[in-house]
Structures are given as structure tokens and as C-alpha cells.
């Protein structure tokens, strides 16, 4: 693997079997059939548990999808780590219903005997900065998205918890975490006529992924530095632009949104 990995799952379970598992669960029929990457690699570990792990910030939020569904498997617990944002999140699953662990990862990992690659005395450092997910809708307005997400949760919006704001270039969605979770495709499914751009990218903006969203599907991605293995077309410019301020200008979204604050 040679990027480090932004989320894991550490589960149970004979490792092909995972395997097969996570593709079914991440991937469409048709992304599996035209031979797509995964975008996983299945680690085993040295006892009942095994690592899944993604390195690719388009992807995070697949772990939660691989936990909640693995957790309707087995007994016990099954783990998702989220590595992209300081501080780490990890979370247990039991029978699809999650609860929030304050516990190292790592060290998580290493008692269940599926060591993370990337220890935390790693010298590549550069690798660990945190990400932030920040999404532009056109052609939504915040009321219009407050609606649908509250109809999406069943409940109203925590407050402060989703930062929005209507402007001359659409629907801007982002959150204090620096996570925005699946407000992106929420919104991209319900207003089919949108068309969403959602921006993950390190505060330096050094790693800078751009997904082009419209009826909840991804048809479009830049990224930089280029993903080795893409799983959606690939497009040189976003608005006509090629560098992430540039891009982000075109778009609307302050640079300052990304920062680790």
C-alpha cells in the first residue's frame, strides 16, 4: 500500500469472504463487472480479527457502510476508524447500531491483533494531515437542503452541526467537524437536476480531490496528485481551472474552510 490509510475496519470474519463482503458493499454490479479497483485492501490479522483498510479520500465513509453491514454478521463488535480528520473517530457496530469509542485506533488495532500500516511514530507525516470534505450545489438553496437532510436523519438538524450558505454560485454545505458524512449525496439524490461539487482536500491543499456528483452519482473527478486507480472518468479542469486555489475560487468555497483549526 503505498499511501496511508485514511479509514479501516477492523472485523471478524475469514479474510476472502471480507473481501467479498466489502465489494458488495461498496461497489455497484457494474463497477465489479467492468473490473474496477477496489478500493480496499483486506489485511490479516494474527487472531478472529482483520483489518479492511482505503486510502483514497473520495472513499471515506466506506467504512461505515463495511461496519454496519458486517455487524449484522457477527457477534461481536465490529470497528470503523476514520483516519482523514485530527482526531481520529472510531466507532463500534453492533447488529447495525453504532456507539461512539474513545479509544486509541491504533491501539485498538494492535489488541485485536490487526495492526494499522502507518504506526503513529511513522516518519511519513505528510501522509497524516487531516481532511476536510466541503460540497457546492447548484441550483439548491439552503432551505430546500435543510428540508431534505432533516428528512433524511428523521430529525431536525443538530444545531451548527452543517454549515450552509446560499450564494450567486449555489449551495455551499460544510460542517465545523470538517465532515459534511453523505450530506452531499443526500442532496445530489433528492434534486436530480443539481449538479454537486465535492471538494476533500488537506489544508495545504497539496491533496486535493474534486467529485463531480448529479443525481446522487459520481460521473467526474480531478484529483492532484493523480488517484493511480480511478474509479470515475477523469477530468483535467474543474470550471475551467486546473490548480486547487483556482479551482476553489471558481467554485466559491474559501480556501480557509479546509484549515485545521
Avoid at 433524511?152 to 460544510?174: K, M, Q, V
Avoid at 463531480?212 to 484529483?223: H, L, Q
Wanted: charged share 30%; with cysteine.
Amino acid at each position: 500500500m503505498s499511501r496511508w490509510p485514511l479509514w479501516a475496519v477492523l472485523t471478524p470474519g475469514e479474510p476472502t469472504r471480507l473481501e467479498s463482503r466489502a465489494r458488495s458493499i461498496v461497489m455497484t454490479d457494474l463497477e465489479q463487472e467492468l473490473g474496477r479497483e477496489q478500493p480496499f485492501e483486506v489485511i490479516p490479522g494474527s487472531g478472529r480479527y482483520h483489518a479492511i483498510v482505503g486510502t483514497d479520500p473520495s472513499d471515506v465513509g466506506s467504512e461505515i457502510q463495511i461496519a454496519k453491514e458486517l455487524s449484522l454478521e457477527f457477534n461481536d463488535p465490529v470497528y470503523s476508524i476514520e483516519r482523514a480528520k485530527d482526531p481520529w473517530a472510531v466507532t463500534s457496530w453492533r447488529n447495525g447500531s453504532l456507539e461512539v469509542e474513545e479509544v486509541d485506533p491504533e491501539a485498538l488495532a494492535k489488541s485485536l491483533g490487526c495492526p494499522l500500516p502507518g504506526s503513529a511514530d511513522s516518519s511519513d507525516s505528510s501522509a497524516r494531515k487531516p481532511l476536510h470534505k466541503v460540497a457546492l450545489a447548484e441550483g439548491v438553496r439552503k432551505q430546500e437542503a435543510i428540508r431534505v437532510l432533516e428528512e433524511d436523519a428523521g430529525e431536525p438538524l443538530t444545531p451548527s452541526y452543517y454549515l450552509l450558505e446560499d450564494t450567486p454560485r449555489g449551495l455551499l454545505i460544510a460542517s465545523g467537524t470538517g465532515d459534511i458524512g453523505y450530506a452531499d449525496i443526500t442532496v445530489s439524490e433528492r434534486f436530480p437536476h443539481a449538479t454537486v461539487y465535492v471538494i476533500i482536500a488537506s489544508p495545504s491543499l497539496d491533496e486535493f480531490v474534486v467529485t463531480v456528483r448529479r443525481g446522487g452519482e459520481g460521473v467526474e473527478e480531478f484529483a492532484q496528485p493523480p488517484d493511480e486507480f480511478p474509479r470515475l472518468r477523469v477530468v483535467s479542469e474543474i470550471k475551467g481551472e486546473r490548480a486547487p486555489k483556482r479551482i476553489l475560487a471558481a467554485l466559491g468555497i474559501p480556501a480557509e474552510w479546509f484549515r485545521n483549526e
